[in-house]
């Protein structure tokens, strides 16, 4: 797997790529990607750590699998590729902004704004075989990601966790939050989003925390 990321992650993360588990990952992904339909594209499946560099991360946002559809998943969790119609949770991440900050609805599901403010957008397993959703899962990819979560806990302060649903809950339950904030709500699907989702406040909770800290703000 030619892993493209920021230098700033690839320093720390070099010991984890040359572990066993993580060329086990390795065989299985490449293997994927030379007989079957996979998303991300190869060279997106690192996104979210190409775009956010490790010393510019204030946000984190855990979602599970990349989406399965064609021409959605570009590495980036919740986010679509341009011209791409935002599916039912990302319209609901979008309704959420405006009715607790104001933020007009955009017409880009693409989040790769976010990304380059420094909120990591991501997932636990981070590819997926097309139209099969959770086909990658338990191969390595939550090993990485779960250590990925830690380092950001152990190296770094004042980060804020966004947790939506019980999935991404579970997994943020390394996170210190002697030293980060970590909001949980339900996840924005529409199978759940109201049961919490909605009116969870989490955009504007996010800005006023940076905010105490000196840290800039999102730009939702």
């Avoid at 892993?3 to 060329?23: D, T």
């Avoid at 969790?77 to 990302?90: A, M, R, T, Y």
């Avoid at 990304?115 to 139209?131: D, E, F, I, R």
Wanted: charged share 20%; aromatic share 12%; net charge positive.
């Amino acid at each position: 797997m030619n892993v493209k990321i920021h230098e700033s992650w690839k320093n720390r993360l070099n010991n984890e790529f040359q572990r066993p588990y993580f060329q086990s990952l390795t065989s299985f992904v490449r293997s994927e990607y030379e007989t079957k339909k996979v998303y991300p594209k190869a060279k997106d499946i690192f996104n979210a750590f190409k775009y956010s560099p490790f010393d510019q991360t204030r946000v984190v946002i855990i979602g599970q699998d990349p989406y399965h559809g064609d021409g959605q998943a570009h590495g980036l969790c919740f986010s679509v590729n341009e011209g791409i119609k935002p599916p039912p949770s990302l319209q609901n991440i979008f309704k959420e902004i405006q009715e607790d900050i104001g933020t007009p609805i955009p017409t880009s599901g693409n989040l790769e704004r976010w990304a380059h403010q420094g909120v990591l957008l991501l997932n636990a397993t981070l590819t997926v075989q097309a139209q099969q959703p959770g086909s990658h899962q338990k191969k390595g990819w939550e090993e990485f990601t779960d250590a990925v979560i830690q380092l950001l806990s152990d190296e770094k302060e004042n980060l804020v966790f966004l947790l939506w649903g019980a999935y991404a809950q579970k997994k943020g339950a390394i996170i210190d939050q002697t030293k980060h904030l970590v909001l949980e709500s339900a996840h924005p699907s529409p199978f759940a989003v109201h049961r919490g989702f909605f009116g969870n406040k989490h955009f504007s909770k996010t800005n006023t925390y940076l905010k105490e800290k000196g840290l800039p703000i999102i730009n939702w």
